[in-house]
């Protein structure tokens, strides 16, 4: 849906008090308006209002230092409630009522959105908020002196792509593998899967062994599990000795204990007892010898806890973290313009700041790296495995220390120190279990030279069969892990894989849009710099390839081709540049707000550029000439420029007001409501107010000079208008006054002898006690009842230009001061 | 049109939520129950708001759970 706005009404905000009088400015849909508000007087509290109406900020106050406490001067500090009100009066454009939208905050900085019709009122402003709707100089300036990264993803929203962009953004943030890998524990869990591996090789290895000795051939490549324990159980069954604990079992079900008590039974003695558990013991040590860790991987860990612990050295901790990213964050804003100056205690250094946060930042990463590192290299090893070699190799007196490992990891405590401690408790693992290994195997040899061949065959096959049922158990619980962690791992590269299409999908399809997009802007923005510039300069905006940067050059200036549009264009230049782009996209690509609001947007153009750029907007971009064009509501304290109001103001296709008044009391427009000035004026005067109604008296008495120089069509010098404010209504009454002097020299003033009387001594009244001050700035010299004269007198020198047509039917102006109807 | 399901292109003429449907769709041809997870989120990733990332990643890993295949309940 896409809205006009038809009226703004402000009570409570910035510089606007108007307590219990609201500030309402209407807008003409269907027309050019402008507002002309002289300094000070509450036209950017207007363009803030509903700055923020629409975003629910004030950049400004916010980006202050905390001691300033800027969020506090939302609200106007004279209103007695203490909350600011805001309201839009929308149009829709495809027809129906309208819709007004309040939007409030109060001192709890509290904010309430209501709608007139019961309608989302978020979801409206929502809308409405696109880059384009409200403009000042700043927006343009920081247009060209943004970073291109910056400008690129302001410039999405140009071209109504600005939801797009974050889409885009949110699915690489998605994608991105860090973070992706953190929070799947990626790193850790192929590690984890790659022991699992060496665990289920080493089993398959010891099945392969065991089966070797107990059958006497190799397993055959195709036999399954199943087939092996048939054949070795079948082995078993056939050696008579232990036929009776073998019927009726499973090949696992089969205790080698037991077995080997029947053969202790049939032979007796105590060596064939040590015989079997030295087997078994020569097979523990094996099992262990394999479990250590290699040597280079303990190495590894060593060095990669030394460079944590310098990494560490260059980092505060995570308060100081926190510091540095908000830090970062606020300094590459676009709106801390001058990255040298520190947001914390404002003092401007000779560096950049931002290069400082992102320096300190980066260090914090490297640590991050570093420990990522560290947690997959420990994650690659079977530490509980290893500790259970550490328990049985135990000295007395010797303190455990391969325990809880990854968690000394996460809490930081897996020192170089440490990890030395542990490279030294391996290789002493290393040397005590070939050790322990060597003596098993020696003392077997002797028992087997002393013991009878056949017993210590069987014997040999019993111990075999133990070890083939510990390495089928340990594959096949290997292979389930295996199988676990293999899927757990499947399904999370499907996300990523899924992820990073869908990014890629959007990235490209965005971008597309986006060079479409940007095609069609450039020939309109280049007409519009045309049309305001007049000179043979050509502005040229381009994408960089696969990136969001737009950059801006100059694909002509006046000979040259293809320069750098930052490094030649002037000032204004560069904002007619930054100008015509935003016109250009918000004419092609508007959105829901068919309306902009410039504010002072030409500070920086002369009266010439000024000129092109208002018969621009007048003749080739806004209502009413481009029927579907934007509304334009364009806001100025420039005095040439209100000339041009001036002399649009009374056309068709423009609409203009001027607003006065102060943030103590209330700002009012002058336009159409004369009569509220001069009640609120006279309302001032009798609660005893001169201060705040004195600026109200010279809004009515201009109102009310004016009014006679129209109505009696009274020539004026051309600058009359240009004259500042403390000036104009002295030469307002001295070009009336020159007019009436001329006609009664010539003999031809309508005005009667009365009146003339009277206008000498209504202008001495008003100059005397009004302006004589006003001029001289002596304010605090007003006195209530004095102004209330020449209230009285303001409107008594009115009168003198008027007549009575017929007795009873009302005073009019006369229509020349040489004509009377 | 099933040949082109993973190709998307914004469409100038839709407004901003139809061209996200139209982008939901894409989604679900790539990977039906992962485009189903994540189209719920687009339209938050797309206002700019400050989106649980976690939450999607989780939502994602759910959906790839393996649905079992249960007996046929119709009788036929």
Known sequence: ?821 | MAAHNNSFAIDDQLNTPDNLARYAQVLQAMDASLGAALAPYLASLASGQRVDMVAIWDALYVATKPTPNLPSQSGE
Not at chain 1, 307 to 330: C, H, M, N, P, V
Not at chain 1, 649 to 656: D, E
């Open chain 1, 1 to 821: 849906m896409s809205w006009l706005l038809e009226q703004i009404s402000i009570e409570g905000f910035r510089g606007v008090n108007n307590a219990g009088m609201p500030l309402e400015l209407k807008f003409h849909t269907e027309k050019v308006n402008s507002i002309f508000a002289p300094n000070g007087v509450g036209k950017s509290s207007i363009f803030e209002a509903v700055t923020y109406a629409l975003t629910g900020a004030i950049p400004k106050l916010d980006v202050l230092p905390a001691a300033e406490r800027g969020g506090s001067y939302y609200l106007n500090r004279f209103h007695p409630a203490g909350v600011g009100t805001v309201s839009l009066t929308l149009k829709p454009i495809a027809g129906g009522a309208n819709v007004t939208v309040t939007v409030t905050r109060d001192q709890n900085a509290v904010r309430t959105v209501a709608t007139s019709d019961g309608r989302d009122g978020n979801a409206i402003l929502s809308e409405l908020n696109r880059e384009f709707v409200l403009l000042d100089a700043k927006t343009f300036q920081r247009f060209v002196d943004e970073t291109p990264l910056n400008r690129g993803r302001s410039f999405s929203g140009l071209l109504g792509l600005g939801s797009y962009s974050e889409l885009r953004q949110g699915l690489q943030a998605l994608s991105n593998t860090r973070a992706f890998n953190n929070h799947f524990d990626v790193n850790a869990k192929t590690a984890r899967k790659k022991l699992i591996e060496g665990q289920l090789t080493q089993a398959r290895n010891n099945i392969r062994v065991a089966y070797l000795a107990l059958v006497g051939e190799e397993p055959g490549g195709a036999d399954t599990s199943e087939e092996l324990r048939e054949k070795a159980h079948a082995i078993l069954h056939n050696i008579s000795i232990i036929q009776p604990q073998c019927r009726d079992k499973r090949f696992d079900d089969i205790s080698a204990d037991d077995c080997l008590a029947l053969v202790r039974d049939a032979e007796g003695g105590p060596d064939r007892d040590r015989l079997g558990r030295l087997l078994q013991a020569e097979t523990r040590w094996k099992d262990a010898i394999d479990a250590l860790p290699a040597e280079d991987q303990i190495a590894e860990l060593r060095r990669l806890s030394r460079e944590r612990s310098a990494a560490l050295e260059g980092t505060k901790g995570d308060a100081f973290l926190r510091l540095y990213k908000l830090l970062e964050q606020i300094t590459a804003s676009g709106d801390w313009h001058d990255k040298n100056v520190c947001p914390a205690c404002d003092r401007n250094g000779d560096t950049s700041v931002l290069e400082h946060a992102r320096t300190k930042v980066a260090l914090y990463d490297a640590v991050t790296n570093i420990s990522e590192r560290l947690t997959t290299a420990v994650a690659a090893i079977d530490w509980p495995r290893l500790a259970e070699i550490e328990n049985a190799t135990k000295r007395d007196g010797e303190e455990l220390i391969i325990r809880d490992i990854e968690a000394r990891v996460a809490s930081g405590t897996f020192t170089e120190a440490f990890a030395c401690d542990l490279q030294a408790r391996v290789g002493a693992l290393r040397a005590r279990t070939a050790e322990q290994l060597a003596q098993a195997t020696s003392e077997k040899q002797e028992l087997e030279r002393r013991l009878p061949p056949s017993l210590v065959a069987v014997t040999e096959k019993i111990e075999a069969a133990r070890r083939l049922q510990s390495a089928l158990k340990t594959a096949e619980e290997s292979g389930v892990a295996l199988a676990g962690i293999s899927a757990e791992l499947s399904r999370v590269e499907r996300v990523r894989s899924f992820l990073a299409g869908a990014s890629g999908v959007f990235s490209e399809a965005e971008n597309n849009a986006s060079t479409r997009r940007l095609s069609a802007v450039q020939p309109l923005c280049r007409e519009f710099f045309r049309a305001i510039v007049f000179e043979p300069v050509v502005p040229a905006i381009s994408r960089r390839a696969g990136a969001e940067d737009l950059l801006i050059s100059l694909a002509n200036f006046y000979d040259l081709q293809g320069v750098s549009a930052q490094s030649l264009l002037s000032e204004s230049y560069r904002n007619a540049f930054a100008i015509s782009v935003y016109l250009a996209a918000a004419a092609l690509y508007g959105g829901a707000a068919k309306f902009l609001l410039l504010d002072d947007v030409t500070s920086s153009l002369d009266a010439g550029h000024q000129f092109h750029l208002m018969e621009l907007i007048r003749t080739r971009f806004s209502r009413p000439i481009i029927p579907t064009g934007p509304q334009l509501i364009i806001f100025s304290h420039d005095t040439l420029l209100e000339k041009y109001f001036n002399s649009n103001g009374s056309t068709a296709g423009w609409s203009h007001q001027r607003i006065e008044g102060t943030p103590r009391t209330q700002i009012l427009p002058q336009s159409n409501a004369v009569n509220r000035v001069r009640d609120a004026t006279m309302a001032l005067l009798n609660a005893g107010n001169a201060q705040d109604a004195a600026p109200r008296i010279r809004q009515y008495l201009e109102y009310v000079l004016e009014e006679i120089i129209i109505r009696c069509r009274i020539p004026v010098p051309m600058d009359i208008a240009l004259s500042d404010d403390k000036r104009m209504a002295g030469h307002l009454i001295g070009a009336i006054d020159a007019q009436v002097r001329l006609h009664a020299a010539a003999n031809s003033l309508v005005l009667d002898p009365g009146q003339v009387q009277g206008l000498n001594l209504a202008v001495a009244t008003i100059t005397a006690n009004f302006l004589a001050h006003w001029g001289t700035g002596q304010t605090q010299a007003f006195a209530p009842g004095a102004l209330l004269g020449v209230m009285q007198a303001i409107d008594n020198y009115a009168d003198c230009f008027k007549f009575e047509p017929n007795p009873g039917a009302g005073r009019r102006y006369y229509r020349s001061l040489y004509q009377r109807q």
